[in-house]
């Protein structure tokens, strides 16, 4: 099953898990937004829903960051990216309808300063370099995501390439 969870969007139902995720994340919003002086905009595209829960609680832990979308499949993060404009997407390789290698192409071209961090079980070195090739800025994968998916945030907001080490 497909769905998207975006500010931006006005479509009103939801699982309850979105709405719970929503919730936290206006929580943090009002919370955080006297301490923050830059917001990235965030949206994150997984289709297996316990990790991209997962993600959505790592990036809650840095209160710069703000989750604007939520997909879970690759035709409808290229159409949100060209729609919402983030500027970081984190992307799984492995997505229904379009994968991520190609929906990371149509976007680069769509949206090219959204910069993508990919984070997937892929752990081949073709994969990694395809990724890259494309003009990805990182490379997680999810078996490293607890410890790797923070530091890769950070190197790349501070313009720096990150690729998990195997």
């Known amino acids: 099953m497909s769905w998207t969870f975006c500010t931006s969007s006005n479509?009103?139902?939801?699982?309850?898990?979105?709405?719970?995720?929503?919730a936290q994340n206006s929580i943090l919003e009002r919370k955080n937004s006297s301490q923050v002086a830059s917001t990235i905009r965030v949206?994150?595209?997984?289709?297996?829903?316990?990790?991209?829960r997962f993600v959505c609680s790592k990036l809650a832990?840095?209160?710069e960051l703000r989750i604007i979308c939520e997909v879970s499949d690759g035709l409808e993060a290229v159409q949100k990216a060209?729609?919402?404009?983030?500027?970081?997407?984190l992307l799984d390789i492995g997505l229904p309808t379009l994968n991520g290698i190609e929906a990371a192409r149509r976007i680069r071209r769509l949206v090219p300063e959204s910069k993508i961090i990919f984070s997937t079980q892929e752990t081949s070195a073709d994969f990694v370099q395809e990724a890259m090739r494309l003009g990805?800025?990182?490379?997680v994968f999810k078996t490293h995501a607890d410890?790797?998916?923070?530091p890769a945030i950070d190197a790349v907001l501070s313009g720096k390439r990150f690729v998990s080490s195997a």
């Open 11 to 22: 479509q009103t139902e939801f699982p309850a898990e979105v709405n719970f995720l929503r």
């Open 43 to 52: 949206m994150v595209v997984e289709d297996f829903q316990s990790f991209r």
């Open 61 to 63: 832990q840095k209160p």
């Open 82 to 89: 060209e729609e919402i404009k983030p500027d970081l997407i």
């Open 136 to 139: 990805a800025w990182a490379y």
């Open 147 to 150: 410890g790797d998916l923070l």
